[in-house]
């Protein structure tokens, strides 16, 4: 494995392959890839969690709770700077991740994901009556200035707006790909796999899944954050079990191995959105249903594992040994 | 007092059908391992099911009016043996030896295609079959109205509560079901058939949940989207009445009803979430819900 210096330049040569596409693409493409890499984040989180074992059908609850607070911030406090917002919207995932995280310390399996799905779908609730937010219709925003700059033409803007999405996707995605690798979450692993084992070897299986469960909770609000400030308008369905099931399937779709494939997989849905809801709006859903399925089935470790296979063959002449990615 | 009645009332009118459509899922889950994401898309077929064979009987004045409500039972009952074993047989048994949050993804991808199904069959405009409800005549209660519908509703769901029990408790089969229920693996070294098993109870709980949809399509206007509604609150069901118990779901099926009808009738904001308030408040002080059942840890 290449270490963090290896993960750090990747970074580095990941900004730069980024900015030039981003700047080369059209328009519309970059827009797709900003709403594609802040959801992303937040699917990143789960699978932060996946790798301990948990899967929250709730995300939406810290995507929201990021959300709300940059575009609160925005309108009342007029911050405009992103940074700055989109730091106010992990900080708000995060407080509101350590205040659930203890009462949902002792569950596993389906009671965690349904109790994380019930507390999204309580603060959905909360937020469609409380109208000093905006009730069901939510809020717009403006757009915001990058670091002092405020972009004039509205192209400059997406494409800033880009840049500033990828770079905190980078940052984040080398944070988590460090922390995979470290002591501790390599440890997430071993209580997947037995949680017993790891309490008996010294290890706190809480504190791992409490560590987990706040990064999702960071991650969460710094997608939430990003997203707002993309599609400039912040309303309850950012916390709806179905933007949470959304994230899910993201997490599923690229599998846990890969952090790369977490925005892979992100594009890929995104695009794939765009074009069904134009040729085909109807079936859009179904066929999404249809791909999930298959990839449960054919391909368990999800897109991340395609790449460690190659990477696997292509070091050892030996095909890849399924059973450690299940 | 005339508010109290009222709560409770359309406490448990609303408990009724709840429970006709959770205990479906807690069967599902008691026998299958599976947490039915896809279970309020099969009420929704059975509301459409039922509401297009209504509106068919009816419009063409084909025979005697109560007829309708054994057609509305023969679409539920339709919808299940269609569904139940397509489903069963051509989806979930290919994943059964799967991570129960996988089956619940499954699941989900299930519901994904019966929600564009049901919009491609039926299309997205609503659907009325009112003529079955107002058949019943009117029934009054401490000086408020009520449809007489609403109480057969609570009816159907008592017999059908009983029938399970009996079924499951005092006949053989039943105790097979049962068997299953403990142990999937010795029950197939003892000689039961534990596919014909999962299939059955599958189809049950596609019957029921069909049952819960047939016989609510006429109190609702049936559209696009009631399926999810219905998921998320027989979800809760039965999750407070905890996974697996039908005795969990009937208790957990009033306290739902009863906190809805409350939030309704004393703090109509609260209608949207109480249900998940309450169910958050029972898991955190039972993590198993109500009625937790026991269960050996395995290392």
């Known amino acids: ?326 | 007092m005339k508010l109290a009645a009222a709560i409770l009332i359309d406490g448990v009118i609303d408990a009724s059908w709840l429970f006709i459509v959770a205990v479906g899922l807690t069967l599902v889950f008691g026998v299958l391992n599976i947490l039915n994401f896809a279970h309020g898309s099969l009420f929704a077929v059975g509301a459409y099911a039922a509401a297009s064979a209504v509106g068919w009987y009816y419009g063409g004045g084909l025979g005697p009016p109560f007829l309708g409500y054994l057609l509305m039972f023969g679409a539920a009952l339709a919808v299940a043996l269609i569904l139940g074993p397509l489903m069963e047989r051509g989806v979930l048994r290919f994943f059964y030896r799967r991570d129960e949050v996988v089956l619940v993804l499954v699941t989900y991808a299930l519901f994904l295609i019966l929600e564009d199904a049901t919009k491609l069959i039926w299309g997205t405009e609503s659907y009325y079959a009112s003529e079955p409800y107002a058949l019943l005549g009117n029934v009054s209660f401490f000086g408020l109205s009520y449809v007489g519908y609403d109480f057969a509703l609570i009816g159907l769901a008592v017999v059908t509560g009983f029938l399970l029990w009996f079924g499951l408790n005092r006949t053989i089969s039943g105790k097979i079901v049962l068997a299953v229920i403990h142990d999937r693996d010795i029950s197939r070294a003892m000689g039961v058939n534990v596919t014909r098993v999962f299939a059955f109870a599958f189809t049950l709980g596609v019957f029921l949940a069909a049952l819960g949809g047939a016989f609510t399509a006429p109190k609702i206007s049936v559209q696009p989207g009631i399926g999810i509604t219905v998921i998320l609150l027989s979800f809760a069901v039965v999750v407070i009445g905890g996974l697996g118990s039908v005795e969990g779901a009937a208790i957990a099926a009033l306290f739902v009803g009863f906190a809805r009808a409350a939030a309704i009738h004393l703090v109509p904001w609260a209608e949207l979430f109480i249900v998940y308030l309450v169910m958050a408040l029972v898991l955190a002080f039972r993590p198993e819900g109500l009625f937790q059942r026991a269960s050996a840890r395995k290392i």
């Open chain 1, 1 to 326: 494995m290449s270490g963090i210096f290896g993960t750090l330049a990747a970074a580095v040569i990941a900004c730069a392959a980024l900015a030039l596409a981003g700047y080369a693409a059209p328009n519309w493409l970059v827009l797709i890839a900003t709403l594609a890499f802040s959801k992303g984040l937040v699917a990143l989180g789960i699978v932060a969690l996946m790798r301990g074992g948990l899967v929250s059908f709730g995300q939406g609850t810290f995507y929201c709770a990021g959300a709300y607070a940059a575009g609160m911030a925005m309108r009342s406090f007029e911050i405009n700077d992103a940074a700055l917002l989109v730091a106010l919207g992990a900080v708000a995932g995060l407080i509101l991740g350590v205040i659930i995280a203890p009462l949902l310390a002792g569950y596993r399996g389906i009671f965690f994901a349904t109790l994380t799905l019930a507390l999204s779908m309580i603060v959905y609730g909360i937020l469609n009556k409380t109208y000093s937010l905006g009730g069901s219709d939510g809020l717009n925003l403006h757009a915001p200035s990058f670091f002092g700059y405020r972009p004039a033409a509205s192209e400059n803007a997406s494409y800033a707006l880009f840049l500033f999405t990828s770079l905190t996707t980078v940052i984040a995605a080398a944070m988590c790909r460090i922390h995979f690798d470290s002591v501790r979450g390599l440890l997430s692993h071993a209580a997947r796999d037995n949680e017993i084992r790891v309490e008996y070897l010294g290890a706190s299986v809480r504190w791992i899944n409490g560590v987990n469960f706040a990064i999702a909770a960071a991650l969460g609000g710094i997608g939430g954050a990003l997203s707002a400030l993309s599609l400039g308008h912040i309303d309850p369905d950012f916390a709806f079990w179905t933007t949470s099931g959304e994230f899910v399937f993201l997490a599923i779709l690229s599998g846990y191995v890969s952090v790369t494939a977490v925005f892979v997989a992100a594009v890929l849905v995104e695009l794939g959105r765009s074009y069904s809801s134009q040729y085909f709006p109807n079936t859009w859903q179904g066929a999404l249903g249809v791909f999930l399925l298959l990839i449960i089935l054919f391909l368990p470790g999800g897109l991340g594992s395609l790449a460690l296979r190659l990477r696997v063959s292509r070091a050892k002449p030996e095909p890849a040994p399924a059973e450690t990615l299940k």
